[in-house]
């Protein structure tokens, strides 16, 4: 099987905030899970993990989760992952070391009380942990190859790029472009990808210096000097209308003809 899909099921940024203005975007907090052939990987598990389940192209017994951080909009859907309470699925979870902790102390910190009612010894599948960190590449029965990239964000973060079938897909959702002294090495990362997945956070006369985000026109710039065929760009401010991310998509598409500003429940085939 050579499909090579990428579902949004989240694409809104720090908290899934509804501003009863935001009906064509969605709300939801990080994720995106791809169908690379018979590998499924999951980049985040926001709020839009929830829809996980309902993905015909995502049906399958093993499931890779790929954290990117663990800041709480990528991480706050996890319990409401259904395959993880399946005894019929396997879960290989892939995360860097933060705070001194690996990703599996991390996760269960989080999924524990006082924050949590349930956690890991709730769930049912059969569940592994792997470390990741920058300059690493895994590569998946399936075909699909994962590689691993060290992005400018707050406590560290990684971007990934997933290559199948001769096509390539980057997601780097949380970047501090204007923080990076030189982007040779991220440059090279994305470079000729199909799809970049790039963090837009900010508009241009707005950026907050150490937040850890990008606004709009840094990464359709990067995106021109990097070759990729097509950006799309999310990870929103929470307080974004549908018409103000309509005119992210306008002002950066002048830029970078290739940009489009992706919704919750959208699915680009590579």
Known sequence: METFKINFLGTNGSCAYNNGKRKKYGSNTMCIAVAAGDDILVIDSGSGINGLSGLESCRSPKINLLFSHYHVDHIEGLLFCKELFDPQKE???????????????????YLSPPISPAGFKEFKALIDFKTIKGGDTVNFSGGAKVSA??????????????????????????????????????????????????????????????????????????????????????????????????????????????????????????
Request: negative net charge; hydrophobic residues 35%.
């Open 91 to 109: 879960v290989v979870i892939y995360g860097c070391d933060s705070g001194g902790y690996d990703v599996r102390g991390i996760l269960e910190n």
């Open 149 to 270: 990239c060290s992005v400018s964000h707050p406590g560290g973060a990684l971007g990934y790029r997933v290559e199948y079938n001769n096509k390539s897909f980057c997601a780097c959702c949380d970047v501090e472009l204007g923080n990076h002294t030189d982007d040779t090495d991220l440059l090279e990362f994305i470079s000729g990808a199909d799809l970049l997945v790039f963090d837009s956070f900010f508009d241009d006369d707005k950026i907050i210096p150490g937040w850890g985000h990008s606004s709009w026109r840094e990464s359709a710039e990067l995106a021109k000097k990097a070759g990729v065929k097509r950006l799309a760009l999310l990870h929103y401010s929470p307080s974004a209308t549908d018409d103000e991310i309509d005119d992210i998509q306008k002002k950066a598409r002048a830029v970078f003809p290739g940009a489009i500003t992706v919704a919750d429940h959208m699915t680009i085939d590579l």
